[in-house]
């Protein structure tokens, strides 16, 4: 079975209208772009009703991340999160999921067809989850994922008592696995928030390589991430540069994405590509940019 290609469009989108519904249009044209990753803030889309038309008989496997949304709540409530000791901070990430499942309903009704398959979750709050907390969660909303006909993944990020200052400061890994077990909940690895956590470019393979030994592998997504401030962002931010062949300061290389797939030994249930582009660049310079990693991750 052919594992489906996933493209966050979002981090590498275009500022007009018509240059955003040219990107849709040109990614659903590759022949190998099965899904968008949607963010989901506190509702998927300004406008609902556009992005269903543009994910309209093109998309079928398209993934909802909540990190956006984690992360703009975390600012104003550090007691936020699916994996906080905090029991009505982790109530309120409940009930926030909740609505974010009801809203991936929503579209599925103005699409005309299931468009959404998997939702990526994460291990907030910064600084102080609590892997027991996170159990609890996965638990109470297995139900509510099944009866939507969608399938959580926690996207590991980088964790807190990483190398340097984190952006997202999460559980680690291995607190991320002992709160999915038994759970049937997998996990993905974001190659770019790897790095941001440990500066070990090989990292993220290692990972990768462990999930899919212990059958807990949900995902792999390619982002890059460098040591140097961009016009992408900080040294070391949660960026999302593209190839060092386009950005020199990356450290992500098309050897790095080969050992990246490689590791993963097609075990993965999805894998995506999610960068970002110069913000003049053309929509036909921005895939050329996406191509050129789904080049590498195919011939690896």
């Given at each position: 079975?052919?594992?489906?290609?996933?493209?966050?469009?979002?981090?590498?989108?275009?500022?007009?209208?018509?240059?955003?519904?040219?990107?849709?249009?040109?990614?659903?044209?590759?022949?190998?772009?099965?899904?968008?990753?949607?963010?989901?803030?506190?509702?998927?889309?300004?406008?609902?009703?556009?992005?269903?038309?543009?994910?309209?008989?093109?998309?079928?496997?398209?993934?909802?991340?909540?990190?956006?949304?984690?992360?703009?709540?975390?600012?104003?409530?550090?007691?936020?999160?699916?994996?906080?000791?905090?029991?009505?901070?982790?109530?309120?990430?409940?009930?926030?999921?909740?609505?974010?499942?009801?809203?991936?309903?929503?579209?599925?009704?103005?699409?005309?067809?299931?468009?959404?398959?998997?939702?990526?979750?994460?291990?907030?709050?910064?600084?102080?989850?609590?892997?027991?907390?996170?159990?609890?969660?996965?638990?109470?909303?297995?139900?509510?994922?099944?009866?939507?006909?969608?399938?959580?993944?926690?996207?590991?990020?980088?964790?807190?008592?990483?190398?340097?200052?984190?952006?997202?400061?999460?559980?680690?890994?291995?607190?991320?696995?002992?709160?999915?077990?038994?759970?049937?909940?997998?996990?993905?690895?974001?190659?770019?928030?790897?790095?941001?956590?440990?500066?070990?470019?090989?990292?993220?393979?290692?990972?990768?390589?462990?999930?899919?030994?212990?059958g807990l592998l949900g995902a792999v997504m390619v982002s890059g991430a460098g040591p140097q401030a961009t016009q992408y962002g900080p040294a070391w931010g949660d960026a999302h540069l593209p190839l060092r062949d386009d950005e020199p300061t990356s450290l992500l290389t098309t050897d790095r994405v080969r050992s990246f797939m490689d590791a993963?030994?097609?075990?993965?249930?999805?894998?995506?590509?999610?960068?970002?582009?110069?913000?003049?660049?053309?929509?036909?310079?921005?895939?050329?940019?996406?191509?050129?990693?789904?080049?590498?991750?195919?011939?690896?």
């Open positions: 079975m052919t594992v489906p290609t996933i493209v966050g469009a979002y981090a590498a989108m275009p500022q007009t209208i018509a240059d955003r519904e040219d990107f849709y249009q040109r990614l659903g044209e590759t022949g190998w772009v099965d899904g968008i990753e949607i963010p989901y803030r506190d509702g998927l889309d300004a406008d609902p009703r556009w992005l269903a038309g543009q994910l309209r008989d093109r998309f079928a496997q398209c993934v909802v991340t909540a990190i956006p949304g984690t992360m703009g709540r975390l600012a104003d409530d550090p007691n936020f999160g699916l994996a906080s000791p905090d029991e009505e901070g982790r109530q309120r990430a409940m009930d926030w999921v909740t609505g974010l499942v009801s809203d991936v309903q929503s579209l599925h009704e103005m699409v005309g067809h299931r468009v959404v398959r998997f939702v990526e979750i994460h291990s907030a709050p910064s600084n102080h989850a609590e892997p027991t907390a996170l159990k609890a969660s996965l638990a109470e909303l297995s139900g509510l994922f099944a009866g939507a006909g969608l399938t959580p993944v926690i996207e590991h990020c980088d964790a807190a008592g990483g190398v340097g200052p984190g952006e997202k400061e999460f559980l680690s890994l291995d607190d991320e696995i002992t709160a999915a077990s038994d759970s049937g909940v997998h996990l993905a690895i974001n190659w770019g928030r790897s790095v941001v956590e440990s500066h070990d470019p090989d990292l993220p393979a290692r990972q990768a390589a462990r999930l899919a030994g212990a993963a030994q097609g075990l993965q249930a999805y894998q995506g590509i999610k960068i970002q582009t110069p913000a003049d660049a053309t929509v036909e310079q921005r895939l050329t940019m996406i191509t050129s990693i789904r080049d590498a991750m195919t011939s690896a």
